[in-house]
């Protein structure tokens, strides 16, 4: 699932634009991104994504207009208001951390804390955490840990200067500490 994005300005800004035009822009917006693209739409992917009849003429006039760029055998769609959509290389990021969080779930509510963040886990943090993950089944270890599961790291949000980045790089380096464990568990 993707998302395609769009200023409130957009009609305003497109105001100059026939119906036409501006559903053939959105709809390649919506294909670029579901293609992870990066607003680069080939020429021959057209007729899979639009609606328009006269895409032609549509084409036409969002070149002329300033909306998309020819270059050969692509259209680039990002002459205006590129910052709006995500790069591919975002939306693979937030699948791959999706992923992983989804796993480290799954491991942790059967009692699997290998992936799991200390601070965030109720078993890493005790210093037989390794221990735990080997808890017979029975002691239902899930309760407790399903309900802290998806705290926050710090509970009271704090913006004084310096302190959001810090946290936000504690978080992504512990995330890569589990990936890392979740690529030594899988090789
Ligand atoms: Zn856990």
């Not at 119906?19 to 680069?40: G, P, T, Y």
């Not at 210093?127 to 239902?140: E, I, L, Q, V, W």
Request: aromatic fraction near 10%; charged fraction near 35%; proline fraction near 5%.
């Amino acid at each position: 699932m993707t998302w395609t994005k769009l200023g409130e300005e957009f009609p305003d800004e497109a105001g100059d634009l026939t119906s036409d035009a501006f559903r053939l822009h959105v709809e390649a917006l919506a294909w670029s991104n579901r293609r992870l693209l990066d607003l680069i739409v080939p020429k021959r992917d057209l007729r899979r994504f639009t609606f328009v009849t006269d895409s032609t003429a549509a084409v036409d006039e969002l070149v002329r207009q300033g909306w998309w760029q020819d270059c050969e055998g692509d259209w680039f769609i990002g002459m205006k208001f590129p910052e709006w959509q995500q790069e591919r290389e975002q939306v693979e990021h937030r699948r791959a951390a999706n992923r992983l969080s989804q796993n480290r779930k799954r491991k942790h509510d059967i009692g699997n804390h290998e992936l799991c963040i200390p601070g965030r886990c109720k078993y890493l943090s005790s210093a037989d955490a390794r221990a735990d993950s080997s808890t017979p089944s029975g002691s239902d270890p899930d309760r407790f840990g399903t309900e802290r599961y998806g705290e926050p790291l710090t509970t009271k949000p704090s913006f004084e200067e310096g302190k959001f980045p810090d946290r936000r790089t504690d978080l992504v380096r512990a995330n890569d500490e589990a990936m890392d464990r979740l690529r030594a568990v899988s090789s």
